[in-house]
Structure formats: structure tokens, C-alpha cells
């Protein structure tokens, strides 16, 4: 009895061992983002953005115990599903991640969970895909967005543009799950509000000439023509064929425009335009434009911080669950993300493992000032904006 009890001890033990090694062991979450496709020019600082969350996390050194954190990138494409779910899967079946941070365009993303996420068990926390359609995906609760749904920027994009007296408008959009999500909320938020959309009307990415799209914007009217598009795709050849023809020259530009590169390929064809993207004014927002200076890369760009935030927010539910299962942590993604606790702002994250290994809580707000609800996606945030003088300006804050 005594030999049978001991074995079984000895068992136990291994066990539970095997199980630490397992759940708390080293670290690797997936980085998929377009670094190739229409927001080639955006990606690089959203992928800067997840690796510093991840150095951070490396240089304190006490996630789990000691485990080392490992960021490897894929590419989206942010267009080409078929190819996004195969680098996703390759993240997966190859690399063994534990999680994934991206994907960033909506349709990508959504396929990446449905055929990749799901089927596998593992946590995405995607930093900029904003299609309302997301909010309602079956996802097993692995599914969550540091960027707000389009639902609330078409909301936003209403008041930008009401505010300026302007009460009618052309729009076209990139004819995918972001650009119909988001003008269709926009259309329906700026009607409810009285004002008019002479036409609405996708437009293909990867097209030489787009003339014939702009010339049916023109016969349409509207004081300004909102492009729902990307900022190094189809979004860009509309307003350059605008120009080109005279028939607009201004420009409302939502998230997916916004981007230094195309400030500086249109130059003064912008000065009078306009937009908005995620953002805040937050003390968390300030600290992340010093440590991204820091780190050698630009923290004002659009979802550079919604990726630190979202790679920030994969280790630390990892630390609050004590393991590095999708199983495990997902059900502490919210916990972490939302008060109550102690406010954790970005540099802090070595405060936060810290105080999650002492059973206390926190209220992670990072650099975005983030807020969980609902489908697991933040209350949002933007940062109202015009161009000119080569410039990307703020002008307010929504």
C-alpha cells in the first residue's frame, strides 16, 4: 500500500509538472498584419507597436514565472483571405502560438477567426479590424478589438462633417467587409441626422484608372466626397482621378486613409481635407508617443497603439490565469482590460504582472484608454484630424 501510494504521489507530481510546463512555459503570439497590400504604409508601426508591448514584458522578465515572450509576424495581406488564413495557420501549426495579435483588416480577420481561430482554440485580439459584422460573430469567446466598431465611427464621421456645416455628401468605399460595413453605418447615422449621400458606390482596389468611378461621383454631386477606402490602394487612385478632373477637392478621410504616405504622395491636393481615426488624448496615449520615440518608430500613426494595447492585453490575461492556454486566459482578457483594479498605463506592464501574481486586480487602460464592452471591443475613442502643410493635424479629440 505504501509503494502504491508513493507511485501514485510520484504520478501526481509529474503530473502537475508536466502541467506547468505546459500552460506556463515560453511564449509565442502571432503578429499578422497587411505588411504587404493597401496599408503597407500603417503596418510597420502597428508591428512595432505589439513587439514593444512584448519587450517590455521580455526586459521584466516575470510573466509566468520567467517565460520568454517570442512575436512572430505574418502577412495579411489585409485583401487576400485565402492567403491571410494560410499565414494564420502556419502561425499556428508551425510556430505553435499561443495566441494572435491582428489580424488588422476586417474581412482578413474575420476569416482568420472563423477558419483558423476557432477550429484551433486561440485568442485573437485584432488592433484595427472594425466591421460592424464583427461584433456579432460566433467566436467562442476568443475573439476580441482594441479599435472600436464602425458602428460608432460612422456616428463620428457624422458629427466631423456636420460640424463643418456641410450637409451633402458623395461616398465611395472599397467594396469589401470594411468599406460596405462602414458606409453603410455612415449613411445611416448622417441621414438619421438630415443630411444627404447623393451616392454611394464601391469601388475596386488594384485599378490603373479610375476615372469612370469619379465621373459617376461628379454627376451625383455633394459638396465633399468621403472615401471609405485605403490609404495605399483604390482610396488613394479616387482622390488622385478627383484631382486630376477637378471634381472634388476635398476629401473626408475615415481610419483606413489615414496615414503619413499618403499625405506625402498627394501633397497639397489634401489641404482641405479632413477625418477622423482611433485615438485619444489620454495620459496612457502621451506616455506611448514617448516610449514609441524611444523605440525608434512613429507612435502617431493609426492603430500603433490599439497594437500595443492589444499585445499587452494577450500577456496579461495570460498572467492573471496563470497559464499560457487560449482555453485558460481567454475568460481574463475583460477582467484585465476593465476597472475595477489599478490603472496600468503603457510601461507599466512589469507593475501589472506584478500585481496580478499578488492576486490583485487591474484596470488596464494603456495607451488608448481602454475600455472592453459588449462583443469584447473598445467603447472608442478618435482623433479628429485635417492635412496640410505635409501634416497630418489634430484638431479635436471625439
Known amino acids: 500500500m505504501k509503494k502504491l501510494m508513493m507511485a501514485t504521489a510520484a504520478t501526481a507530481l509529474m503530473t502537475t509538472s508536466a502541467f506547468a510546463e505546459g500552460h506556463t512555459g515560453d511564449v509565442k503570439i502571432g503578429i499578422i498584419l497587411g505588411f504587404t497590400g493597401p496599408l503597407e504604409s500603417i503596418t510597420p508601426a502597428m508591428g512595432a507597436g505589439a513587439e514593444m508591448a512584448i519587450a517590455e514584458v521580455n526586459a521584466a522578465g516575470t510573466l509566468l514565472d520567467g517565460a520568454s515572450v517570442e512575436g512572430i509576424r505574418a502577412d495579411s495581406t489585409c485583401i487576400d483571405a485565402g492567403a491571410a488564413q494560410t499565414a494564420a495557420e502556419r502561425l499556428v501549426t508551425t ?5 494572435i495579435m491582428g489580424a488588422d483588416c476586417s474581412g482578413v480577420t474575420g476569416a482568420i477567426l472563423q477558419n483558423v481561430a476557432r477550429a484551433n482554440g486561440i485568442v485573437m485580439i485584432s488592433p484595427s479590424a472594425t466591421s460592424p459584422a464583427l461584433s456579432t460573430a460566433e467566436d467562442d469567446g476568443l475573439f476580441f478589438r482594441t479599435a472600436p466598431s464602425d458602428a460608432r465611427q460612422g456616428v463620428v464621421m457624422t458629427n466631423v462633417i456636420m460640424d463643418r456645416g456641410i450637409k451633402e455628401v458623395a461616398l465611395t468605399y472599397t467594396n469589401n467587409d470594411y468599406g460596405k460595413g462602414l458606409a453603410d453605418s455612415f449613411q445611416a447615422a448622417f441621414e438619421e441626422a438630415g443630411g444627404t449621400v447623393t ?47 477637378g471634381a472634388y477637392d476635398t476629401f473626408v478621410l475615415p481610419d483606413g486613409m489615414v496615414g503619413q504616405q499618403i499625405v506625402d504622395d498627394l501633397g497639397s491636393g489634401l489641404d482641405t481635407s479632413f477625418g477622423q481615426f482611433p485615438g485619444t488624448d489620454s495620459e496612457g496615449a502621451e506616455i506611448f508617443l514617448g516610449l514609441a520615440s524611444e523605440a525608434g518608430f512613429d507612435g502617431t500613426g493609426a492603430f500603433a497603439p490599439e497594437s500595443y494595447d492589444a499585445a499587452a492585453l ?43 501574481k499578488a492576486g490583485e486586480e487591474i484596470d488596464y487602460v494603456g495607451a488608448t484608454a481602454v ?12 482623433r479628429e484630424v485635417e492635412f496640410g502643410d505635409g501634416e497630418i493635424k489634430t484638431v479635436r479629440f471625439r
Do not use: C, R, W
Open 95 to 99: 510556430d505553435g502560438v499561443n495566441a
Open 199 to 245: 451616392i454611394s458606390t464601391a469601388h475596386e482596389d488594384g485599378k490603373a484608372d479610375y476615372s469612370s468611378e469619379v465621373a459617376e461621383l461628379d454627376a451625383a454631386g455633394g459638396e465633399v466626397l468621403v472615401v471609405a477606402g485605403y490609404t495605399d490602394q483604390g482610396g488613394k487612385g479616387i482622390i488622385q482621378a478627383a484631382l486630376d478632373t
Open 371 to 382: 475600455e472592453l464592452i459588449g462583443a469584447g471591443e473598445s467603447a472608442g475613442n478618435y
Open 314 to 356: 494577450i500577456m496579461l490575461a495570460m498572467e492573471a490565469a496563470g497559464s499560457n492556454q487560449s482555453a485558460d486566459f481567454k475568460d481574463k482578457v475583460m477582467d484585465v482590460a476593465n476597472a475595477p483594479g489599478t490603472e496600468i498605463f503603457p510601461g507599466e506592464l512589469a507593475k501589472a504582472i506584478e500585481l496580478l
